[in-house]
T-cell receptor, first 116, second 118 residues
């Protein structure tokens, strides 16, 4: 099955700095890579996702890059703000149909703290 | 759009009792829903895939007789934790895919249910 490794486990930055979180995946068949932000006791919220036919995607201060050859993808947050502080999870899934369709495998999570 | 609700949001029960958690897609139809468990300071672990009108598919190591899943309609899946024990205390989260969405691989998560077994 798929295995997703996420680093770092904790990340502390000053407000206005950039933050980068990296994930690697094992199954070359995975083709969908979402990133979730989760605040304590709340549901994971999708912040950005990327599919395997795209190398990079950007949404305002958030961007994701995908390297299919190396099987890794990264989340980039620029101009960080204190409200960006949360746990971030990467995930990977295989969308080709069958019983494994859409199953998400999550990384271990990164606790991001943005200091004012 | 794409709202998923869960009920209850939290529940406390005695050891040995059963607890039912509901997951509903409010504004879309979902043939497939997923159930996750999240222990404190840990990641989300997929427990099972719930398919409307058929049996759920459980992940390795998840006891299907302990975690009963029923997906009776396109908007409702239920997870019943039978004979709950303190080690079952966790945050249970469901997610659903929008059957009619342009991108059907996007999952929308419910708010979670905090289960505490005494």
């Amino acid at each position: 099955g798929e295995n997703v490794e996420q680093h770092p486990s904790t990340l502390s930055v000053q407000e206005g700095d950039s933050a980068v979180i990296k994930c690697t995946y094992s199954d070359s068949a995975s083709n969908y890579f979402p990133w979730y932000k989760q605040e304590l006791g709340k549901r994971p919220q999708l912040i950005i996702d990327i599919r395997s036919n795209v190398g990079e995607k950007k949404d305002q201060r958030i961007a994701v890059t995908l390297n299919k050859t190396a099987k890794h993808f990264s989340l980039h947050i620029t101009e960080t703000q204190p409200e960006d502080s949360a746990v971030y999870f990467c995930a990977a899934s295989w969308g080709a149909g069958g019983t494994s369709y859409g199953k998400l495998t999550f990384g271990q999570g990164t606790i991001l703290t943005v200091h004012p | 759009g794409a709202v998923v609700s869960q009920h209850p949001s939290w529940v406390i029960c005695k050891s040995g009792t059963s607890v039912k958690i509901e997951c509903r897609s409010l504004d879309f139809q979902a043939t497939t829903m997923f159930w996750y468990r999240q222990f404190p300071k840990q990641s989300l672990m997929l427990m099972a895939t719930s398919n409307e009108g058929s049996k759920a598919t459980y992940e390795q190591g998840v006891e299907k007789d302990k975690f009963l899943i029923n997906h009776a309609s396109l908007t409702l899946s239920t997870l019943t934790v039978t004979s709950a024990h303190p080690e079952d205390s966790s945050f249970y989260i469901c997610s659903a895919r929008d059957l009619a969405a342009f991108r059907t691989d996007t999952q929308y998560f419910g708010p979670g249910t905090r289960l505490t077994v005494l």
